[in-house]
């Protein structure tokens, strides 16, 4: 199954009640094990979390800490980039290469270099 399928497939799980937009993504690993997270909202949107990150933390929970690409799929005719937070998350563990595929309701996709998306990420370096 391709990653944008896997993708798919994390979407309709989804639990977005109060939004109604449905994000599934899948995330490689350098040693090609794949992990899926949907968004998962909450009435305290605070507490909402996004496939990515959910994605994410999976991968990490079983040890993996190196990645290849991502793929993000939504329900919005134009592809939708992460927000800020799940950025923010990545930027933890990927490199600046990281590939990430944005598909959007008719397939239509756009990639980038992680670094393309988030430039100036705040890491450890940032710590001093």
Known sequence: MSLLAKAR????????????????CALESIDGAVFTGCNIEN???GATLCA??????KAVSEGHRHFRRIVIATDSASP?????LCRQALSEFCTPEL???LVGSNDTERR??????YPHPFDQSSLV
């Open 9 to 24: 497939e994390a979407q309709r799980t989804a639990y977005a009640p109060y939004s109604k937009f449905h994000v599934g």
């Open 80 to 84: 939708a980039s992460p927000c800020g």
């Open 43 to 45: 009435a305290s949107y």
């Open 52 to 57: 990515e990150r959910v994605a994410l933390f």
């Open 99 to 101: 590939e990430i595929i």
């Open 112 to 117: 980038f270099a992680f670094s393309d998306l």
